[in-house]
């Protein structure tokens, strides 16, 4: 009890010393900031000139891609659903759909992630070679390439003709949007998304 009394007396005797002085003029940061690991200069991100990498490219067209074709898939599964129902009961129709939907569905978005990975896989790996530099006046080359290259091997196990068709089928989709764009007066590949 008595060294709580002391410590109280203690405590009342410091309440006329003067507090210590904290104020921050008298601070210099340029010597404060390294101690605290913060740097001088600031900090800049490393920037590739070309735009995005190619990871950053493909996990946002493949997530796109992946969406875009849950939903087309699961819209056609819904008319599916209704047109080959078993029955015209409530439960029967539901379930009809939703297995529709579901398998539909899935199977188009896992397509298309697939399809947006191996396209932004190959228009990486072909601008880092800068095949542009090679294909004269037909620029930007590194999207046709990509589009051949991704449908010749989504289709690579159905055999080199079946291969090779789905290579010129995506060509033709490059060079049709291409000619859109152009068409409309929208800059190649300002979009963003895959060939787009």
Not at 4 to 24: H, I, K, N, V, Y
Not at 76 to 94: A, D, M, N, T
Request: aromatic share 12%; with cysteine; glycine share 14%.
């Amino acid at each position: 009890m008595s060294s709580a009394m002391s410590d109280r007396r203690q405590f009342e005797g410091d309440a006329g010393a003067p507090l210590p002085d904290f104020s921050t003029a008298n601070i210099q940061l340029g010597t404060v900031a390294p101690a605290l690991g913060v740097p001088q200069q600031p900090d800049y991100l490393d920037y590739d000139q070309k735009g995005r990498g190619i990871v950053v490219t493909m996990f946002a067209n493949a997530g796109m891609s992946y969406l875009l074709g849950t939903f087309a898939g699961g819209a056609y599964g819904l008319r599916e659903g209704f047109i080959h129902s078993p029955s015209q009961r409530f439960r029967v129709k539901l379930n009809s759909i939703l297995n529709h939907c579901g398998r539909h569905g899935s199977r188009w978005g896992n397509s298309l992630g697939v399809v947006s990975i191996l396209y932004s896989i190959y228009e990486g790996t072909a601008d880092n070679f800068e095949i542009d530099r090679y294909s004269g006046p037909v620029q930007p080359a590194a999207p046709g390439v990509a589009a051949f290259l991704t449908g010749a091997t989504f289709y690579a196990s159905a055999g080199p003709r079946v291969a090779a068709l789905a290579g010129t089928i995506g060509v033709g989709a490059v060079c049709g949007t291409y000619l859109c764009y152009s068409a409309l007066g929208i800059p190649y590949g300002s979009r963003g998304f895959l060939f787009l």
